[in-house]
Each structure stands twice: as C-alpha cells, then as structure tokens.
C-alpha cells in the first residue's frame, strides 16, 4: 500500500515515521510522498502536488491518502478542508503502528491513525481521520466521532464520548461516562470530572473552561 500524506512538518512527518516503523514490520506499506503547498521536500520525502489545487486528483488511483492537517485552535476549518477535498473514502488508508495494542472488538474507521503504544480497549469506536498519539489510552466503549486529536499519554476512561474535532491534550486524563463537545480542547495535563462544552477549552486539575476555541 502506498500512502500519501496531506500535510506538512510535524504531525505528517510523525505518521509518515509511523509508517516507516509499519514497513519495518513486514507491513505492505511504504510512504511516498506528500501533498503541502509550501514545500518541495520533506524530511527526504517528494512533495507531489499542492493540496489546495486539489492535486491528488492526477495521482495513481493504487495511492492511498492520510489528512493530516490538524491544528488545535483551527480544527473546524481543517475539517471543512478535508470534506472541500472530496476525495472518495476508498482512497483512504487506517495505519495501526505494530507495537499498539488495538482490540480485536473496536471497530477503526477510514483515515485513522494509530501511533506507537496505544491501547484501544474493547468495543471502542474510532471515527473516521482521528489520530492517536504515543501511548494514549482508550477506555472500553468509548466513542470518538470524527477527526478527533489525542495526544500523547492522555488517557480516556471507559464509555466517554468525544464529538467532532476534538482535541485532548498531552497527559491529560478524562474519567468516565463523559462527553467532550465538538471542537473542543482539553489542555495538556487536566483532570477532566465534567462534560465539556463545544468550542470551549478546558484546564487544571480538575478542569475548567479558561477561554473559546
């Protein structure tokens, strides 16, 4: 499987590392280039278009794509980019790191992004283009929606829902049964004990709205 990344220095260059360790392993992948509108070369890999000109279209239809134009304070517009793209959802690759551990009863949607040392409990769902970052735990049956962003070592309890366009910060823990809203960040090392608000951000320990997205 050859895989293109829509993105740049930073979260791209983490998956296509990812990917490389997947290769590694005796996966059928390999990291071919990326999609930016900046550069020509990232970290030794080709750029083979813009993203803006919608020039994945001129690709081999055998690439697969991974979106990884997440920015904190900017998540509903890179989720409206990414749907602006229009690209088929067969186009898509979902990219387990060999040394994750993802239950065999959570379900992984298109686009997703496991990185090194996650736990994926079972009956977790996985929403389509979110990313999970090193050693990040997710509690059993547990839902994250769409394009959702977990950082490294943030742990999520059991049955917790997080909506579209999340963000949970690095070290941050979330005990169980609670929903974090769309487009919401939970900063990096709180404590989060209540549901959090849309397009709010939350920190401390416990947790508290401190700003708007």
Same mark, same amino acid.
């Given at each position: 499987?050859?895989?293109?990344?829509?993105?740049?220095?930073?979260?791209?260059?983490?998956?296509?590392?990812?990917?490389?360790?997947?290769?590694?392993?005796?996966?059928?992948?390999?990291?071919?280039?990326?999609?930016?509108?900046?550069?020509?070369?990232?970290?030794?890999?080709?750029?083979?278009?813009?993203?803006?000109?919608?020039?994945?279209?001129?690709?081999?239809?055998?690439?697969?794509?991974?979106?990884?134009?997440?920015?904190?304070?900017?998540?509903?517009?890179?989720?409206?980019?990414?749907?602006?793209?229009?690209?088929?959802?067969?186009?898509?690759?979902?990219?387990?790191?060999?040394?994750?551990?993802?239950?065999?009863?959570?379900?992984? #949607?298109?686009?997703? !992004?496991?990185?090194?040392? *996650?736990? =994926?409990?079972? +009956?977790?769902? &996985? $929403?389509?283009?979110?990313?999970?970052?090193?050693?990040?735990?997710? #509690?059993?049956?547990? !839902?994250?929606?769409?394009? *959702?962003? =977990?950082?490294? +070592?943030?742990? &999520? $309890?059991?049955?917790?829902?997080?909506?579209?366009?999340?963000?949970? #910060?690095?070290?941050?823990?979330?005990?169980?049964?609670?929903?974090?809203?769309?487009?919401?960040?939970? $900063?990096?090392?709180?404590?989060?004990?209540?549901?959090?608000?849309?397009?709010?951000?939350?920190?401390?320990?416990?947790?508290?709205?401190?700003?708007?997205?």
């Amino acid at each position: 499987m050859k895989i293109v990344i829509i993105g740049g220095r930073g979260n791209g260059t983490v998956i296509a590392s990812t990917i490389e360790d997947c290769k590694k392993s005796g996966q059928d992948i390999e990291c071919v280039g990326f999609l930016n509108d900046f550069e020509d070369e990232i970290n030794g890999y080709p750029v083979l278009g813009g993203i803006i000109n919608m020039d994945w279209v001129k690709l081999p239809s055998e690439y697969k794509f991974v979106y990884a134009m997440s920015n904190i304070k900017q998540a509903e517009e890179r989720f409206k980019m990414l749907v602006d793209l229009n690209i088929p959802c067969s186009r898509f690759a979902t990219i387990i790191h060999p040394k994750s551990v993802v239950s065999t009863r959570a379900k992984l #949607g298109i686009g997703v !992004v496991v990185m090194p040392f *996650v736990v =994926v409990s079972p +009956n977790v769902i &996985i $929403g389509n283009h979110s990313q999970l970052f090193a050693q990040s735990f997710i #509690g059993h049956d547990s !839902v994250l929606d769409e394009m *959702v962003f =977990v950082a490294n +070592n943030a742990s &999520i $309890g059991g049955r917790v829902r997080i909506k579209n366009g999340a963000h949970i #910060g690095s070290n941050s823990s979330i005990i169980e049964r609670l929903i974090i809203n769309e487009f919401s960040i939970v $900063g990096l090392g709180s404590v989060v004990l209540k549901n959090v608000p849309s397009y709010q951000i939350v920190v401390g320990n416990p947790a508290k709205v401190i700003d708007d997205v």
